[in-house]
Nanobody
Framework: QVQLVESGGGLVQPGGSLRLSCAAS????????MDWYRQAPGKQREWVAT???????NYADSVKGRFTISRDNAQDTVYLQMNSLKPEDTAVYYC?????????WGQGTQVTVSS
C-alpha cells in the first residue's frame, strides 16, 4: 500500500521558516518524480516545486528564491524548506509522487503564516 505522509506544518510569523517533510512508502522512491503542491482556502490547488529522480528542480515563480525542494533517497523522503514566508503562503501543502501513470498524493499538512 502506497503512503505519502507530510509533516512539519504549523503556524509561523511572516518572515519565518518551516521545513516540510514527506515520507513515502510502498513505492520505489528513487525513481519517482516528487512534487509539492498547495491549496489555499477558496482557491485551486497549485504546483509549488518539483524534483526529478535525477535531482533536477523547478519552482513556481511565487516561491523561487525562497523555497528549496530536496530529496533523500536513503530515507524515502522529500523536503520543502520554506524561508521568508509570507501570509500568502498560507495553505495546505501536499506532496505528490509520480512515475508514469502511477501518481499518488499525500493527505496534506497545514501551513499558516500570520502574526
Amino acid at each position: 500500500q502506497v503512503q505519502l505522509v507530510e509533516s512539519g506544518g504549523g503556524l509561523v510569523q511572516p518572515g519565518g521558516s518551516l521545513r516540510l517533510s514527506c515520507a513515502a512508502s510502498g513505492i520505489i522512491f528513487s525513481i519517482n518524480t516528487m512534487d509539492w503542491y498547495r491549496q489555499a482556502p477558496g482557491k485551486q490547488r497549485e504546483w509549488v516545486a518539483t524534483i526529478t529522480s535525477s535531482g533536477r528542480t523547478n519552482y513556481a515563480d511565487s516561491v523561487k528564491g525562497r523555497f528549496t525542494i530536496s530529496r533523500d533517497n536513503a530515507q524515502d523522503t522529500v523536503y520543502l524548506q520554506m524561508n521568508s514566508l509570507k501570509p500568502e503562503d498560507t495553505a495546505v501543502y501536499y506532496c505528490k509522487s509520480s512515475y508514469g501513470l502511477y501518481v499518488y498524493w499525500g493527505q496534506g499538512t497545514q501551513v499558516t503564516v500570520s502574526s
